[in-house]
Nanobody, 124 residues
Framework: QVQLLESGGGLVQAGGSLRLSCAASGRPFSSYAVGWFRQTPGKEREFVAAISWSGGSTSYADSVKGRFTISRDNAKNTVYLQMSSLKPEDTAVYYC?????????????????WGQGTQVTVSS
């Protein structure tokens, strides 16, 4: 069992930056690939980024490529999502998720554990 806790969300102006953190407890985090997803009311959860258990492989949604960076520090059991050049359309609740596999996947059903989410609001 892995417990995930997101933090770092908030209100930011368009063009600004935020760094989200996903802290894990429970089993060794280095055995899990991690993904970030986001969701707005009335819409399905959307893939944002994923990172392999070693941190050596990352993937991004086209909508955030070049603006967001996912990274991890297994010694701290934490995965980060650095978000830059934020746009109003990035407004959403952001969730981190973990799967016991080497690589992340883009579909939410592929993840076994989820955090409670953190709100990101980008004002224009």
């Amino acid at each position: 069992q892995v417990q995930l806790l997101e933090s770092g969300g908030g209100l930011v102006q368009a063009g600004g930056s935020l760094r989200l953190s996903c802290a894990a407890s429970g089993r060794p985090f280095s055995s899990y690939a991690v993904g970030w997803f986001r969701q707005t009311p009335g819409k399905e959860r959307e893939f944002v980024a994923a990172i392999s258990w070693s941190g050596g492989s990352t993937s991004y949604a086209d909508s955030v490529k070049g603006r967001f960076t996912i990274s991890r520090d297994n010694a701290k059991n934490t995965v980060y999502l650095q978000m830059s050049s934020l746009k109003p359309e990035d407004t959403a609740v952001y969730y981190c998720a973990a799967r016991r596999a080497s690589l992340g996947v883009v579909y939410s059903a592929g993840y076994d554990y989820w955090g409670q989410g953190t709100q990101v609001t980008v004002s224009s």
